[in-house]
Nanobody, 116 residues
């Protein structure tokens, strides 16, 4: 059974930093691309960042470029999202995601609130 468990969210002031983690289990983590999404209330989830199996190739949505860094630790089946220079508009629920054989698996989400 696939499990994706996010942690590391919380309240941070504008300009601050947070690091999200996603502990994965139930599948061969190192064999799959991984992604972070976020969702605003009443909106669809949007892609934040993606990373290939090796960790050498990454993708970021335009508004996250230069501020967020996605990375992975295949030895410990963990995905990370380092978020710097956070803005109030980054306030959302952040989800870890993997797609295996056209099946989407999601974590339960982790709330990030950027506010003074």
């Amino acid at each position: 059974q696939v499990q994706l468990v996010e942690s590391g969210g919380g309240l941070v002031q504008p300009g601050g930093s947070l690091r999200l983690s996603c502990a994965a289990s139930g599948f061969t983590f190192s064999s799959f691309f991984m992604r972070w999404y976020r969702q605003y209330p009443g909106k669809e989830r949007e892609l934040v960042a993606a990373i290939d199996t090796t960790g050498r190739n990454t993708y970021y949505a335009d508004s996250m470029k230069g501020r967020f860094t996605i990375s992975r630790d295949n030895a410990n089946s963990t995905l990370y999202l380092q978020m710097n220079s956070l803005k109030p508009e980054d306030t959302a629920v952040y989800y870890c995601h993997v797609m295996r054989d056209s099946i989407n698996d999601w974590g339960k989400g982790n709330l990030v609130t950027v506010s003074s």
